[in-house]
């Protein structure tokens, strides 16, 4: 049975050499085959995250250059030009299928910051509940060789960490992962499942196979064990193989499986409950105890009494029963200053007391672990 068959969120991630044809430029048809496959699954109500390459390639075809320049400033200008063919083209091909799409460019400074890690988040969140098909890629155009990802397979792993995605899938120039290089050893053995983070598997992965993008099957597999460091299983396949998204929605074993070797939801348990360095704390009344223990809930600031510590939107802190037993912990939404202004009251007065709203919740009930 196909990572993809009980997925619920999945993040895509597709390789320069598939979206441009090689460097030929944006490939109108493969991109059209992909947006029809992800309209399908978003019908039967999977949240869906593209991560696609190809914005350099593309930019480089429309600036009529044939090898990919090795100057800095001149692959930000590829990237900005082919980042503008790239927007337009899933754009036109997922409205053809009634679905809305949103450029998202990220570097790793967003992901490395915790404000900006968690409006990241939010953004994504919000744009699948609204039915719209976040296209991420690298945002090339500002970074340097210090901050970059270094490759849009260790970004497609970091997304599906962000957004806790069940699967992450790898649509590459390859079937998978072999043994050996099968170019080179006809010996080669194909790899239909394994577990991510198998020290075997980094030892047969070569290197990179293609002139117009950087990553080879050596970062898939290192992508493949980041995902499953919170519970996502990865699917490297062939991206040109026939409906690949929806056969493996529906369960057919086609590429290289890689699964997690701890589940989703227990992994984020696990990272937040080994989280020692907490920065603060918040004392709730015996209705918000309610919420959280008996009915799941989010915690809101109305149930907060008192806010301990000077922590920042993003840090992981302890909630404590009225006694001060440590209920649970979980990420703030609020940095402790914000939190004493807005404890006990409706979210309808966030507004009014920080000049802007936020989330309604301090400590939403997907960030949050009860103890």
Do not use: C
């Not at 997922?94 to 990241?120: I, K």
């Not at 970004?155 to 806790?164: D, I, M, P, Y």
């Not at 992965?205 to 002139?211: D, E, K, V």
């Not at 989010?298 to 209920?327: C, K, M, W, Y």
């Amino acid at each position: 049975m196909s990572l993809l068959s009980s997925a619920r969120r999945i993040v895509v991630k597709v390789g320069s050499s598939l979206v441009t044809n090689e460097g030929r430029g944006v490939d109108a048809e493969a991109i059209a085959n992909w947006s029809r496959q992800l309209a399908a699954l978003a019908t039967e109500g999977r949240e869906l995250v593209m991560v696609s390459s190809g914005a350099i390639a593309e930019g480089m075809k429309r600036l009529g250059w044939t090898t990919r320049p090795k100057e800095l400033h001149e692959l930000q200008a590829a990237a900005a030009v082919g980042q503008m063919g790239l927007a337009q083209m899933y754009e036109s091909q997922l409205s053809a299928h009634g679905m809305h799409s949103a450029q998202v460019l990220l570097t790793h400074a967003d992901l490395a910051d915790r404000e900006r890690y968690l409006n990241a988040r939010s953004t994504l969140l919000t744009l699948m509940a609204h039915r719209v098909l976040p296209v991420i890629n690298e945002n090339d155009t500002v970074v340097n060789d210090e901050i970059k990802f270094g490759d849009n397979d260790t970004l497609g792993a970091l997304v599906a960490n962000l957004v806790e995605a069940d699967a992450l899938v790898i649509l590459t120039d390859q079937r998978g992962l072999y043994s050996a290089d099968p170019r080179k050893d006809p010996n080669a053995r194909f790899i239909h499942t394994a577990q991510a983070g198998d020290p075997e598997l980094e030892r047969m992965a070569g290197g990179a196979g293609s002139s117009i993008g950087r990553g080879g099957m050596l970062t898939k597999i290192l992508a493949a064990k980041r995902a499953a460091g919170s519970g996502a299983g990865t699917v490297i396949a062939w991206g040109r193989e026939p409906d690949v998204l929806l056969r493996l929605a529906r369960g057919e074993a086609i590429g290289t499986a890689l699964h997690a070797a701890t589940p989703k939801l227990q992994a984020r348990k696990q990272w937040m409950v080994d989280h020692l360095q907490m920065r603060g704390a918040v004392r709730v009344d015996a209705g918000a105890v309610t919420k959280l223990r008996g009915e799941g809930k989010s915690l809101l600031p109305i149930g907060v009494t008192e806010v301990q510590g000077d922590f920042h939107r993003g840090d992981v802190i302890a909630v404590l029963a009225p006694d001060g037993t440590e209920l649970a912990r979980g990420l703030a939404n609020y940095s402790g200053a914000e939190s004493r202004l807005i404890a006990r009251k409706p979210s309808s007065e966030f507004e009014a007391l920080l000049g802007y709203a936020a989330e309604p919740e301090l400590i939403h009930r997907d960030n949050l672990v009860l103890r």
